[in-house]
């Protein structure tokens, strides 16, 4: 089963979660897609071949990488802490959700969005399932993997 994860990668504390996380899956035999390491460096891109490439193309390349790499994918899993959710992991969210691609959020982060509501709506309505660890994370996509298996027998 391929899963995209999809998260925040600003500082090194996410990129270091990031990986152990994606880690976890791996090592449960998951083919995970993770950004930060597998779109590649920014100079090994396509369009840097162009000697007329400007910045929006990289950024255009970046995200159509990006965003097949959630339409390949079997689940999408999306990191949601941070004061409010990195707008790329809602977008890529978004993405899955818009083609029946079922979306795991995981908030580790205790920050809420507003008293009494701990999601902002619109990122709560692309969610299948909300989990607040990393192991519990593993153990829904181990869920998902053995009903899809199920309907494939």
Do not use: W
């Amino acid at each position: 089963m391929d899963v995209y994860f999809a998260g925040p990668l600003f500082n090194q504390a996410e990129r270091d979660f990031n990986e152990r996380v994606c880690g976890m899956l791996e090592a449960e035999g998951y083919d995970v897609f993770l950004p930060q390491r597998d779109v590649g460096d920014i100079g090994e891109l396509e369009v840097m071949n162009d000697e007329n490439a400007t910045t929006q193309d990289v950024l255009q390349e970046i995200f159509e990488i990006d965003r097949n790499g959630v339409l390949e994918a079997d689940v999408v899993t999306a990191t949601l802490d941070g004061r409010v959710p990195s707008e790329g992991t809602v977008i890529e969210a978004a993405i899955a959700y818009e083609h029946d691609i079922p979306v795991i959020g995981l908030k580790t982060d205790r920050r809420v969005f507003a008293r009494d509501e701990p999601y902002n709506a619109m990122v709560y309505g692309v969610l299948d399932e909300i989990v607040e660890e990393p192991e519990d994370l593993v153990a829904t996509v181990n869920e998902y993997a053995n009903r899809s298996s199920e309907f494939t027998e």
